[in-house]
């Protein structure tokens, strides 16, 4: 599967947000969308799930999954669809904790411990965004809105 390479301009972008709506495939088909945490790095998004949850069932019947991020004022965002893989023990469990807990107040005031709430880690395979044309021609000094 060909993995898709993010611009800077959308990059930049997913670094600096850091919620998005996480959509996965329920049993009988029919998307569910949720609310979801997430960090930006190396070409890919980490997200922290929790077990028993049906967002985790879903994943695990279905690896397909999409996340989108976008903002108001000015009208930015980005889709980006691919496959997850669980992340729930071992280095890139620990990487990803250590990650979460710099970026996270709230995972600093509930801390978990490896085993008891897995990561997702969503490599871009497609991916569709709007708005950074606008974006990256008004933040170089290029006209005004």
Not at 32 to 50: E, G, M, Q, R, T
Not at 105 to 130: C, H, L, N, Q, Y
Request: aromatic content about 12%.
């Amino acid at each position: 599967m060909a993995f898709v390479t993010l611009t800077k301009s959308e990059q930049r972008f997913l670094r600096s947000n850091e919620v998005g709506r996480l959509a996965t495939i329920s049993r009988d088909g029919t998307p569910h969308v949720v609310p979801v945490s997430y960090l930006f790095k190396d070409n890919a998004l980490l997200i922290a799930v929790d077990y028993g949850t049906k967002k985790l069932g879903n994943i695990k019947r279905n690896r397909r999954i999409a996340l989108v991020v976008d903002t108001v004022g000015p009208n930015r965002g980005i889709l980006i669809q691919g496959n997850a893989k669980l992340i729930e023990h071992g280095a890139g469990f620990r990487d990803a904790y250590s990650q979460f807990h710099r970026a996270f107040s709230w995972v600093r005031a509930d801390p978990w411990k490896e085993g008891e709430a897995p990561f997702v880690k969503i490599t871009p395979t497609t991916k569709a965004s709007w708005g950074f044309r606008w974006f990256s021609k008004h933040r170089n000094g290029i006209g005004e809105r």
